[in-house]
């Protein structure tokens, strides 16, 4: 035990890895807006319900099928990702000629139904999700406690996030996505089929938020407000990125979870409004985002 | 203009014998929650700029109303105008940032912003937190109006919206309304004309918080509450629905909206966490398939009326 700045190290790296944890979560499910964003120029307000829906998809699995957490790990952003799907093909596609402010009222009507449906079947008050067995448990630093599966949140979502950023910088299904955020007319008249292309991005998006949902699971309590709350929050993170990298969502939703965990700790008051106040900040200095390209 | 002034006139009259026909105090509701739908549409419809966050202006105007009638007891009239300058300040401040970006970063930027006002609401200890403040006087108008009666109230709260409704009505028509709706048109375009875009888009944002706060103070006055419900994001997104139902860009449409989601909301109140699922599935539908609104279907059926020659 020792203390830094007159911080214990402890309560230090405590808020520093709730920080991470918080980043993680910000990380993937800006990730997630930001791809969407690009090829169907959608904000999906849904993005928190489905995010929801993700850590409930695995609360139901274990309860009513016995189906645990590894299985809903794979099972869960499948599942979710195909609602997705079929959201796109049914309604999304349909407004893709008009303003993209059709897109966003439209996600948020999508992103009310499914909160209320949940909250009419399950209540407010959150269901708890046990620690899977295999990452109970943790490490002592030294300087402090590490439980063993906030770091495996940690490590499993910097590696999706990785490996989607691979996947659409480095490969042939990454080039025509970037190809078609850039110039769709072109890309289909090259026989690539935008549309398929399109309602994938979307389902792949989806499945990220649900992704995130199971890794939440046993974190956060699992409830139908889950959601909605952090989507805001990720809406900041994103206007504070801005959407033109994938690396740069990425990286910034890291550093705003570090930088909230550490408002906790300094100056308490502010720690849930620390975020839209850097918002506003970059606003005024860089109006683009820190990442961002001039739109 | 000839046929406006026909609306206009029953319009007032509608407001005037409403009361005799409907219960004043869903009356109120609907005309507080009108003339805040106006506000927006003043912004959407006009202006072009989707704010998700109009919930920080009409609530921080019912908190700053509801604190100064019930803390500093201070009179009605002054308790409203101060309401509303809180609005227009914040306004001021929120407009400046968020016109930096345009369109769906400006709905994000907004709806953050509102969001901070709501946490900022949750944790400040002149908003009551939680509870919020409750039971606020409603006083005497300028000392001699008795608020007490629902009725006296009532015709009160109609002057409010008909002084707001009809100066919207001013700011549409006027060259600063037509240089706005220009604006919605085609921005790049007036930047070449000369035009200074944003100037005017943060006017126009000023003046629609200025009118959501009116709307928000006036509805602490008629329920005598101002709560977290007024900041929260789902107030903001309200409000959309209000006007999208109604139809935007009309002048009409946020007043039709306003009573009919109000009427929904009365009778499905009981329903509990349903209301969420249908105010939902309202806005898909009206996204999917009733674009223009009610007043703008209607609109549309009547020129299409008057033109087939039969």
């Not at chain 2, 609005?87 to 400006?106: D, E, K």
């Not at chain 2, 100037?199 to 103070?217: E, H, I, M, N, R």
């Amino acid at each position: 035990m020792f203390t830094i700045l007159g911080i214990p190290s402890q309560a230090l790296f405590g808020q520093l890895l709730l920080g991470l944890i918080n980043g993680s979560f910000y990380a993937l499910l800006s990730l997630g807006l930001a791809i969407i964003f690009g090829l169907l120029n959608v904000i999906n307000f849904a993005h928190g319900a489905q995010y929801m829906m993700g850590a409930f998809l695995t609360w139901m699995l274990l309860s009513y099928f016995g189906i645990g957490y590894w299985w809903a790990l794979l099972l869960v952003p499948i599942l979710v990702g195909i609602f997705g799907l079929l959201l796109e093909r049914l309604l999304i596609s349909r407004l893709h000629h008009l303003d993209h402010l059709y897109g966003l009222l439209l996600t948020f009507g999508l992103a009310l139904i499914i909160q209320g449906a949940f909250r009419i079947q399950y209540g407010v008050s959150g269901l708890p999700y046990g620690i899977p067995v295999t990452l109970a448990g943790g490490q002592n630093l030294g300087f402090m406690f590490l439980p063993n599966y906030r770091l495996w949140v940690i490590l499993l979502s910097l590696s999706v996030c990785l490996a989607t950023w691979l996947l659409i910088e480095k490969t042939k299904l990454g080039a025509y996505l970037r190809a078609a955020t850039e110039n769709p007319t072109l890309v289909q008249a090259f026989g690539i089929n935008v549309p398929r292309l399109i309602t994938l991005t979307y389902g792949g998006g989806v499945a990220l938020a649900a992704l995130a949902g199971v890794m939440a699971a046993p974190i956060y309590s699992v409830n139908p407000n889950m959601g909605a709350d952090m989507i805001i929050t990720v809406f900041a993170v994103v206007v504070i990125g801005g959407m033109g990298s994938i690396a740069g969502s990425i990286v910034t939703g890291f550093a705003l979870g570090l930088i909230e965990g550490l408002t906790k700790l300094l100056y308490p008051e502010a720690s849930s409004t620390v975020i839209f106040i850097i918002m506003a900040i970059v606003l005024l200095l860089k109006p683009a985002g820190l990442f961002g390209r001039r739109v | 203009m000839k046929g406006y002034t026909r609306t206009f006139v029953i319009l007032a009259l509608l407001l005037a014998i409403g009361p005799y026909i409907l219960y004043p105090i869903f009356l109120m509701k609907v005309l507080c929650f009108a003339l805040f739908a106006c506000a927006f549409n003043l912004l959407l419809g006009y202006g072009g700029l989707l704010s998700f966050g109009h919930a920080a202006y009409f609530g921080m105007a019912s908190y700053v109303c509801a604190h100064a009638a019930k803390i500093w007891g201070w009179p009605p009239e002054l308790c409203l105008l101060l309401g509303t300058s809180a609005a227009g300040l914040l306004g001021l401040v929120f407009g400046a940032l968020a016109i930096r970006r345009q369109g769906i970063y400006f709905a994000m930027i907004t709806l953050a912003l509102a969001q901070m006002i709501y946490f900022f609401a949750l944790q400040a200890t002149f908003t009551g937190g939680e509870d919020g403040i409750q039971s606020v006087p409603r006083g005497n108008l300028f000392g001699v109006i008795n608020l007490a009666s629902d009725l006296t109230l009532y015709y009160v709260v109609a002057a409010i919206f008909l002084a707001g409704f009809l100066a919207i009505f001013r700011m549409i028509h006027s060259p600063f309304g037509q240089v706005l709706k220009a604006i919605r048109d085609n921005e790049p375009r007036m930047v070449s004309l000369g035009y200074r875009t944003s100037q005017y888009k943060l006017l126009v944002f000023v003046l629609s918080a200025v009118l959501a706060g009116l709307a928000g103070a006036t509805k602490v006055v008629v329920f005598q509450l101002a709560s977290l419900t007024d900041v929260h994001w789902m107030m903001s997104g309200e409000v959309i629905l209000i006007v999208l139902v109604g139809g935007m860009g009309t002048i009409l449409g946020p007043v039709v909206g306003a009573f009919i989601i109000v009427a929904m909301e009365n009778y499905l109140a009981p329903l509990g966490a349903w209301v969420t699922v249908i105010q939902g599935l309202v806005f898909v539908v009206c996204v999917m398939l009733f674009r223009q609104g009610i007043v703008g279907l209607f609109e549309r059926s009547l020129a299409r009326l008057k033109k087939s020659p039969r």
